[in-house]
């Protein structure tokens, strides 16, 4: 894809805050609070899997 003034958008100023932004909240062990919250959960009985959590976590990530 290409940007409004012929840049390509992988290298448009905003991007690597999006890239940031997902990588720390749709992924298990993007934050610190991530790996907390599945530490808890596996001590309770309730693993969840990395790919669970990003199934769950990417689109609540993405989203504006």
Same mark, same amino acid.
């Given at each position: 894809? =290409? /940007? /409004?003034? /012929?840049?390509? %958008? %992988?290298?448009?100023?905003?991007?690597? #805050? &999006? #890239?940031?932004? %997902?990588? !720390?909240?749709?992924?298990? &062990? !993007?934050?610190?609070?991530? +790996? =907390? =919250? %599945? /530490? &808890? $959960?596996?001590?309770?009985?309730?693993? &969840?899997?990395?790919?669970?959590?990003? #199934?769950?976590?990417?689109? +609540? $990530?993405?989203?504006?």
């Amino acid at each position: 894809m =290409v /940007g /409004g003034q /012929g840049t390509h %958008l %992988l290298f448009d100023k905003g991007a690597p #805050r &999006i #890239r940031a932004d %997902l990588g !720390g909240n749709a992924t298990a &062990i !993007g934050a610190s609070a991530n +790996v =907390v =919250v %599945l /530490g &808890i $959960a596996e001590r309770s009985l309730t693993p &969840i899997s990395c790919w669970t959590f990003i #199934r769950y976590a990417a689109p +609540v $990530a993405a989203s504006p």
